[in-house]
Nanobody
Framework: QVQLVESGGGLVQPGGSLRLSCAASGSIIRIYTMGWYRQAPGKQRELVTTITSSGNTNYVDPVKRRFTISRDNAKNTVYLQMNSLEPEDTAVYFC??????????????WGQGTQVTVSS
């Protein structure tokens, strides 16, 4: 079994910055693609960004010039640096990881989510 724990969310004014972290732990053999999703009030959960084990990244257009995803493989951790935040970024942010689990095989895992609120 693998657990993902997010941290770093909070309340920030428009134009501000936040850095989210997601640490994976458990029976991990290897972590492949990791990513961040978000779900705003009254909306469907949507993909924000992904990063492969080799460091290739993808972003959706609304965040492409403002957000940066990175990972530290030694710590089994993925980060999301968010700059120039806008009220439209308000959402619960979820971490995702594609993991080769020693006991369960290849599986996708989700974190519980961390709240990001952008408001003046």
């Amino acid at each position: 079994q693998v657990q993902l724990v997010e941290s770093g969310g909070g309340l920030v004014q428009p134009g501000g910055s936040l850095r989210l972290s997601c640490a994976a732990s458990g029976s991990i053999i290897r972590i492949y693609t990791m990513g961040w999703y978000r779900q705003a009030p009254g909306k469907q959960r949507e993909l924000v960004t992904t990063i492969t084990s080799s460091g290739n990244t993808n972003y959706v257009d609304p965040v492409k010039r403002r957000f940066t995803i990175s990972r530290d493989n030694a710590k089994n951790t993925v980060y999301l640096q968010m700059n120039s935040l806008e009220p439209e970024d308000t959402a619960v942010y979820f971490c995702y990881a594609q993991v080769h689990d020693q006991r369960a095989g290849l599986r996708g895992y989700w974190g519980q989510g961390t709240q990001v609120t952008v408001s003046s």
